[in-house]
């Protein structure tokens, strides 16, 4: 479980393929405090720690994770987003994030507010029951609040610190981002669905 508050940007320094597995070598200021088989949010993928070595660590996405994730178009040099699983003696600044990725968005527009910027972002429309106006959804594993929300369509506010201190600020237009909807309104839709259908 996690918070969707970023703690750290790390930065892929290789990837191999075995199979259909992809396995990315990343370095971060995180690396010397973390051990094997903890489990870590890659731009809000939950990845298990694989081995450490220095100031880089290794993890491992599968073929299902790559098909449903962002993960795939990782190349050697980008920035990732990286936080570190909920202590449950801690605060919970952002919101309850699984590191379960639904789905991939592309971002439509990027708004210069002089003090925030504004990110659009188009994603299927069979999650639309899943967002509501003024709830939280997580960006590439930003806990973010959303607003303009359609059937297939949202919008978040983002502020200078958060904008400095992730990779948001090299979303362009067309970018493609991990998707994790809240999980209490998963369960509240499932509730109604199957009310629905009794």
Known sequence: MFTGIIEAVGIISSISKEGTNNTFRISSSL????????????????L????????????????ETLSKTCLSHWKSGSRVNLERCLQLNGR???HMVQGHV????ICLD???????WVFS?????????????????AVNGISLTCFEVTENAFSVAVIPYTFENTNISELVRGSV??????????????????????
């Open 48 to 63: 298990t720690v694989e081995s450490v070595q220095g100031s880089s660590y290794q993890v491992t996405a599968i073929a």
């Open 31 to 46: 690396s010397q405090e973390l051990h094997i088989d903890q489990s870590l949010s890659h731009d809000g993928v939950c």
């Open 92 to 94: 919970l600044d952002g």
């Open 102 to 105: 639904d789905t991939t968005a």
């Open 110 to 116: 990027r708004q210069d507010q002089e003090g925030s």
């Open 121 to 137: 972002f188009e994603f299927p429309e069979s999650f639309r029951n899943l967002i509501i106006e003024k709830g939280s959804v």
């Open 177 to 198: 981002v991990n998707i994790e909807f809240d999980l209490i309104g998963k369960y509240v839709e499932r509730m109604m669905s199957k009310h629905k259908n009794s």
